[in-house]
């Protein structure tokens, strides 16, 4: 059995030696692949398919196949298979390409490119959708989806606009539209959505239009959800003035992610001085020492910590709670008292000039 196992080693070993010096010795020449084609699969997302080209003499072991995406964004990468799965805006065209490859000891060897081409989307210029953003937020169970655009500074006023989105599978169509003054659809609302609660991976959104007028020209966009996930803002705020220190306490937003991937920022703004300070904390509670007779407001916000998530938006500031009393300082009752004194030694003045002013003096008549 051992010199069996032995045997079979030496054979794989003889194998690779004499491949190893086929690379050396002569010039490999290789076939592009064949049956090259780009088909739609979803939104924003392309199927490549080929074949390795079948007058490829003699057959190679270790062949791969080097993908480029030429456009919309540039992008090239290597693989055994025979198809490649890509994700990226279509309303422009794409178009890519793919050769055979072969890496041979210090050797390497490659086929001329074939290539494939989809059509950029139909259309009048002008007329596509702009400034298009999206923001989800998790209400109750549930992530939400808002997005907003503007309508295409060409389009006419018959337009009228469609929102559908993709994540993963799983593809919808807006139902619920807020319009402009000509009745056109500006923004969607989707309260309930299939997306990834704590924000990681891609959204495709695909926004079409119609008109009796001209050929509305579609827009394809991709947003990564941990750029476009709104958190929401900490809970059961509280605050309690003990002298001159505040101390602040709060839970954690309606989130999946746990109570340490949070940061928070803390707004206090003294009313009286018309100024804010903000703190960036970590936890759940904070404190600092304030002037108790100034009335102050605070509010707190939350965002995702990158070593949870990449990098998101902050949430909205929680509603504002207020702490401290606008008491008088001892300087704005002395001058109070100052100004009441001069007012009432103005009043008395006054007073005793009109009492001790003469008369007028009346004169005798002649008889």
């Given at each position: ?14 194998a ?21 084609t780009?088909i ?20 190679i ?40 490859i ?11 490119w ?45 337009t ?10 799983y ?72 002298g ?19 940061d ?79 007012a ?24």
């Amino acid at each position: 059995m051992i010199i069996m196992v032995i045997i079979f080693l030496f054979l794989i070993g003889s194998a690779v030696v004499l491949q190893t010096n086929s690379c050396l010795e002569k010039q490999i020449s290789l076939l592009p692949p064949v049956n090259f084609t780009v088909i739609v699969t979803g939104l924003s997302k392309v199927l490549l398919q080929w074949k390795p080209n079948p007058n490829q003499y003699p057959k190679i072991n270790g062949i791969k196949y080097k993908v480029r995406i030429n456009t919309p964004n540039e992008d090239d990468y290597e693989t055994q298979k025979t198809q490649s799965r890509s994700v990226s805006v279509l309303h422009q065209g794409f178009s890519a390409s793919v050769q055979t490859i072969l890496h041979c000891d210090s050797s390497f060897f490659q086929s001329s490119w074939v290539s494939a081409e989809l059509p950029a989307h139909p259309g009048a210029p002008g007329t596509s959708v702009t400034n298009l953003t999206c923001v989800t937020n998790i209400l109750r169970d549930d992530v939400s989806l808002r997005c907003t655009w503007f309508v295409g500074k060409n389009a006419p006023e018959d337009t009228q606009y469609f929102l559908f989105y993709r994540f993963d599978v799983y593809t919808e169509e807006c139902q619920e539209y807020r319009k402009d003054s000509w009745n056109r659809n500006i923004a969607c609302w989707f309260p309930k959505t299939a997306i990834d609660r704590q924000g990681r991976g891609q959204l495709a959104v695909h926004v079409n239009g119609s008109s009796k007028q001209i050929t509305i020209k579609p827009l394809d966009q991709l947003f990564d959800l941990h750029a476009i996930d709104q958190v929401n803002p900490p809970v059961n705020v509280t605050a309690k003035l003990e002298g001159n220190r505040l101390f602040i306490q709060w839970e954690k937003p309606v989130s999946n992610f746990p109570r340490q991937c949070f940061d928070y920022e803390v707004n206090i703004y003294n009313i009286r001085g018309d100024y804010s300070k903000i703190q960036k904390i970590q936890g759940n509670s904070f404190n600092l020492v304030i002037d108790p007779t100034c009335k102050h407001s605070l509010k707190i916000r939350a965002t995702v910590h990158f070593s949870c998530r990449k990098n998101g938006l902050w949430s909205e500031w929680s509603q504002p709670i207020y702490v401290g009393e606008d008491k008088p300082t001892q300087l704005t009752e002395w001058l109070l008292s100052v100004l009441m004194a001069t007012a009432c030694f103005l009043l008395l003045t006054l007073f005793f000039i009109c009492r001790i002013k003469p008369g007028p003096v009346k004169q005798k008549s002649k008889s």
